[in-house]
């Protein structure tokens, strides 16, 4: 591997461990409910305004809860994919390509 194509995956690699500790904010429709993640799904903080516990019974506000964290969740991940896609060297994202092209060719030489 070339001097060149180390660094780039140097970068690449610290890129991604950025991306990785960013965190995305979440809240429910009302705004009774906001919870905070990083990409990797970790539940970094929980906020459930007072006036919530005396609004919803607790099988409610659970449900709310668990919903505006997996919401969360869900959103910080695919924030994580797409940014760690854009940060991907154009000359590793050709080579995949190549290399899927001539796994698709070589499967079909089996069927």
């Known amino acids: 591997m070339s001097e060149a194509a180390r660094e780039a995956m140097r970068a690449f690699h610290e890129e991604a ?3 990785a500790a960013q965190q995305v904010e ?4 009302n705004g009774e409910v906001t919870a905070r ?3 990797d799904g970790t539940l970094v903080s929980l906020r459930v305004r007072p006036d919530a516990l005396r609004t919803y019974d607790s099988a409610t506000l659970a449900e709310l809860i ?3 964290i997996r919401d969360a969740q869900l959103r910080a991940r695919a924030d994580y994919e797409q940014a760690v896609a854009a ?3 154009g000359s ?3 080579a995949d390509e190549v290399v899927r092209a001539a796994l698709r060719a070589g499967q079909q030489g089996y069927s």
């Open 17 to 19: 461990k950025r991306l």
């Open 37 to 39: 993640v990083t990409a």
């Open 92 to 94: 590793v994202t050709e």
């Open 66 to 68: 668990t919903r505006t």
């Open 87 to 89: 940060a991907v060297p």
């Open 26 to 29: 979440e809240r429910s429709g």
